[in-house]
């Protein structure tokens, strides 16, 4: 049937979004399985090695069962189109770069925004949580934060639709250098770069990769819904943890905030969805 998968794979799975497709890889690495992601003839195709395609298949029927009725038809963000989601990727990048530019320029402008303890719990200015995302120490460090920061956070905007995406990784940004600022109130700490948003953008993610498995049947498979969590705490180490500079606590506040904002969004409107559709018609 397809003649462009390779052979010893399976196709377990065709999905019309990378969203959706990649929402159902998470059963394959819940069950301890690699598997494959292909793009051909405008759909994904989930596959895995040939032995394996039975119990996957079987897996992923338990999945659709138990989230039958989420994402909501009403009331939740669709996922935007390409063109929409690059839109605000394209923003992301240019602001960034532009803000890098005017400190380059202007090098006040790291002392007056950037993330600091003292600044932010002595004399109030807690918009440096904010401001501090927008500036970088050099060419690599605004690089690496573009670069990863299109990747997460494409994938963040498919899943929570562009408004609310955007909205929550900068907030878990913010509170992610909130948290530090407060930790460190005794110290002169300081910090900048968008990496705390970024990490809270893969932590958005495995926050809906969690909430996925809240459903009645999925509570007796808690452990396997831990998964997400480990794959996610997994990668918070092995890119967030290294570097000379590297600010691990930011990183790990942004994960933290992120995981938690995600979890917490993606319940609601999958307990919002099922009031709608639950709610009598008179």
């Known amino acids: 049937m397809h003649e462009s998968v390779p052979e010893g794979l399976a196709v377990v799975g065709e999905y019309t979004s990378f969203g959706e497709a990649n929402e159902r890889a998470l059963v394959v690495l819940s069950m301890g399985l690699s598997y494959r992601m292909l793009h051909l003839g405008g759909y994904y195709l989930l596959c895995v090695d040939d032995p394996h395609a039975p ?14 009725n989420w994402p ?3 009331g939740a963000e669709k996922a935007p189109p390409v ?3 690059a839109v605000g990727l394209w923003i992301y990048g240019i602001t960034l770069s532009v803000c890098f530019a005017a400190a380059w320029l202007w090098p006040m402008l790291k002392v007056w925004g950037a993330n600091s303890s003292q600044a932010v719990m002595g004399q109030g200015e807690v918009w440096r949580c904010f401001t501090a995302l927008l500036l970088h120490a050099d060419i690599a460090h ?9 990747c997460l956070i494409w994938l963040v905007v498919q899943v929570y639709g562009n408004r609310v995406g955007w909205l929550l ?8 250098n909130a948290f530090c600022a407060w930790l460190y109130r005794a110290e002169a700490y ?4 968008a990496s705390t948003a970024i990490f809270g953008a893969l932590g958005l993610l495995v926050g809906h990769a969690m909430a996925v ?6 509570w007796k498979r808690l452990r396997s819904r831990l998964v997400p969590l480990a794959a996610g705490l997994t990668v918070l180490v ?5 570097g000379e500079n590297t600010d691990i606590l930011a990183h790990v506040a942004g994960f933290g905030a992120g995981t938690v904002l995600g979890l917490a969004a993606s319940l609601w409107s999958r307990l919002r969805g099922k009031k709608s559709t639950s709610s009598p018609v008179s």
């Open 55 to 68: 119990a996957v298949a079987e897996q992923l029927v338990r999945f659709e069962r138990d989230n039958a």
């Open 72 to 74: 909501p038809s009403q």
């Open 83 to 85: 063109r929409h989601a």
């Open 142 to 150: 605004l690089a690496g934060n573009l670069v990863s920061g299109v």
């Open 169 to 176: 990784t900068v907030l878990s940004g913010v509170l992610g």
């Open 190 to 193: 300081r910090s900048l770069g």
């Open 213 to 218: 498995g809240f459903s009645p049947a999925g």
């Open 238 to 242: 092995m890119t967030g943890t290294t």
